[in-house]
């Protein structure tokens, strides 16, 4: 259901059109940003509305949409008790600011998104792969990724075998 609290007018009064869209979903607002903005709505969802704990950063690939990724930050306030979702959509090689530096625990969950579905994080102080080899091509959690085919270079060359399947 769309969302008209008091939390969302704050943010409507602080940044206008690059708050998208809002509802609520089981007790939880989420917010769909403009991701250009998302260092600044970064910092005010830390310092003015006190969601202190970023809880997960992670992906969801739509291949079908124009703007297929989903960015998804869960957060929680420790003094409000409150979760909130911020959410953006981003196309196949658009970038995104990293939140690193208002939230560390991101500097992991950014590197994971980055490894297993592309999505470059600027400024990110480090943004190599988690998970897999650096030498590993393709993401492996995006929808069109070929799983029988799992870069089988690098399973000849590294594994001494054909196919991982």
Do not use: C
């Amino acid at each position: 259901m769309p969302l008209a609290n008091a939390l969302v007018e704050r943010y409507k009064a602080a940044f206008g059109e690059a708050i998208r869209e809002a509802w609520i979903d089981r007790k939880q607002s989420i917010l769909v940003v403009a991701p250009e903005h998302l260092l600044e709505i970064g910092a005010y969802t830390r310092d003015d509305e006190r969601f202190d704990y970023l809880v997960d950063l992670t992906a969801v690939d739509w291949p079908k949409r124009e703007k297929r990724f989903d960015l998804v930050l869960n957060l929680y306030s420790f003094p409000k008790n409150e979760r909130l979702r911020l959410k953006m959509h981003l196309g196949d090689g658009e970038y995104v600011s990293s939140v690193e530096s208002i939230w560390p625990t991101a500097n992991w969950l950014e590197r994971e998104v980055y490894d297993m579905f592309g999505i470059v994080f600027e400024g990110h102080p480090n943004l190599t792969r988690l998970l897999l080899p650096e030498e590993w091509q393709g993401f492996p959690l995006r929808k069109d990724y070929d799983i029988l085919k799992q870069d089988e270079a690098w399973v000849r060359e590294n594994l001494g075998i054909e196919s991982g399947q």
